[in-house]
Structure formats: structure tokens, C-alpha cells
């Protein structure tokens, strides 16, 4: 499977993660949308990187979050975050971002260095309706990550899969 991370500037200046096939990723570089960023060589940020790759995917029921709090505890529990994880977009942009790290001990779940970890939402249609706060501030939290990364490291670190 092929994969394109990228972290690109969409808009009103928004930023959002996307993994999308190897041809989608041909078709969309051949894009001349305005503000549209999602070849490797178009991307304003320029981070975008297409590689074949093997993913890790962590599968998050949203049909359990209502609200903030419940944000962070579904995803404490799926990650096995940290007993002093703070409860708050900066705690889990934090831990995200610790992913290839685990020496760090702020997750349990662990990717190899230069490995993408997929989060696949599920139940998003209905999170997205319910909870469009925490819909927007989670793909903003990742799209941070891999902003963040992208300028030390290279590489994304955090794609978002949905599934309803």
C-alpha cells in the first residue's frame, strides 16, 4: 500500500493530515486547485512525503465521546497514555507526538521511526454531527503533530482514517 502523508495548508489557512492512495495521490498532484496542497512539490508547508509503508492503525470508537472530557479518556485508554497525561489538546499533542519514542513513556502504542501511525475514527459521521468541537480540535491536534514534526524530522507522524 502506498500512503501520502502530508500536512498542507488548505483554505482559510487551515491545516490537515490526509492519507490517501498512491493514485489519488498522481491525480491530486496534477491539481490545480488554489490553496489545494497535496503533492509533494506543491505543498506550501512541503511537508508531504509519499512512500510505500507499512502502518500501524489504532481503531477509536467516537460513538463514546460526547464531549471533552470523554475525548481524552477514550483516547487515554486506546493510547495507554501516561498517568500524568493532562486532559487537554496540549497533553495529547504531547503523547502524539512521542509516538516513535518510546523510551519517552508517554504511550503504549509505538511506531518505528519515520513509520506513520493511522488512527482510524469510527463511527465519524455521527462524532462529526455530535461533536464538531472535538472533531475539529482532534484533526487540528494531529495536523499540529505532523506540522511540528515535518519541520524537525521530515516525515508525518499522525494520519487520520475515518470509518462510520
Known amino acids: 500500500m502506498w500512503a501520502l502523508a502530508c500536512v ?18 498522481l491525480n ?3 491539481s490545480t486547485t488554489p490553496g ?11 511537508a508531504c512525503t509519499i512512500r510505500k ?17 470523554s475525548l481524552h479518556r477514550v483516547f487515554s485508554r486506546n493510547f495507554g497514555f501516561a498517568p ?4 487537554n ?20 502504542v509505538h511506531v518505528s521511526p519515520g513509520c506513520t501511525l493511522t488512527i482510524l475514527l469510527g463511527g465519524v459521521d455521527s462524532f462529526r454531527k455530535r461533536c464538531p468541537d472535538q472533531f475539529a480540535g482532534l484533526q487540528d491536534a ?7 514534526r ?9 494520519a487520520l482514517a475515518y470509518h462510520d
Open 8 to 25: 498542507g495548508v488548505y483554505g482559510e489557512g487551515s491545516v490537515r493530515p490526509q492519507t490517501v492512495t498512491r493514485r489519488e495521490h
Open 53 to 69: 509503508t507499512e502502518m500501524t492503525t489504532v481503531f477509536v470508537d467516537t460513538t463514546e465521546i460526547t464531549d471533552w472530557p
Open 89 to 108: 489538546l496540549d497533553a495529547l499533542i504531547d503523547c502524539l507526538g512521542y509516538l516513535d519514542e518510546p523510551e519517552a513513556a508517554m504511550t503504549q
Open 84 to 87: 500524568f497525561y493532562g486532559n
Open 36 to 46: 489545494l496542497a497535496l503533492c509533494g512539490f506543491k505543498c506550501k508547508i512541503g
Open 142 to 148: 494531529c495536523a499540529f503533530v505532523n506540522w511540528r
Open 28 to 30: 491530486r498532484q496534477q
Open 150 to 158: 515535518t519541520r524537525e524530522h521530515g516525515g508525518a507522524l499522525v
